[in-house]
């Protein structure tokens, strides 16, 4: 009974291996070039943040979607309309892909306009100014991205190797269990 109970358990632990993983419903970024996310953005501009104005939920119901405006002293355009002092609103929390703003730091925003609001997340190219780039008076360098959907193409070799180790191990073992005098 317990060589049946190994064999299914080796099997579901192998198949679970081998199927491929379903797409998680989670804030995440493909790494779009630059160059697209400023097309794509109606205004680019640095600024440091000056407020964060959080309204909460509502009664006992707090979401991580809920938005959160901050206000920024800006000191650059790069793109598009933006006032000296501008207001930006994000998802209060990375989870529902909101941009974590700290107070007192200094971002380069990517932003859409919704209307008279500007809005702001995780995936749009907003990035904090490193204190250097400051120093130099240009934009903070990004680091080269990949290409959508791109993948290291490992995925499926390793899932059969690790199968394949799982089916021999639970074999090595009822083999050994099995031969006991």
């Known amino acids: 009974m317990r060589q049946v109970r190994m064999i299914v358990v080796t099997g579901v632990v192998a198949l679970g291996l081998l199927l491929p993983a379903q797409p998680a419903w989670a804030c995440s970024c493909a790494g779009e070039p630059?160059?697209?996310l400023r097309r794509r953005a109606d205004a680019v501009f640095?600024?440091?943040v000056m407020t964060r104005a959080?309204?909460?939920?509502i009664g006992a119901m707090l979401s991580s979607g809920r938005p959160v405006r901050w206000t920024f002293a800006v000191d650059g355009v790069e793109k598009g309309r933006v006032a000296a002092t501008e207001a930006v609103e994000s998802a209060a929390d990375e989870a529902s892909?909101?941009?974590?703003f700290a107070v007192g730091g200094r971002y380069r925003v990517f932003a859409d306009r919704d209307g008279d609001t500007l809005t702001t997340g995780l995936c749009d190219g907003t990035e904090p100014v490193p204190a250097d780039a400051v120093a130099r008076g240009r934009p903070p360098d990004r680091p080269p991205a990949t290409e959508p959907g791109a993948s290291s193409g490992r995925g499926a070799p390793v899932a059969l190797l690790a199968a394949t180790g799982a089916g021999l191990l639970a074999a090595a073992l009822l083999r050994r269990r099995n031969h006991r005098p």
């Open 54 to 57: 959080d309204p909460g939920g």
């Open 46 to 48: 640095t600024g440091r």
């Open 34 to 36: 630059e160059s697209a």
């Open 97 to 100: 892909c909101g941009y974590g």
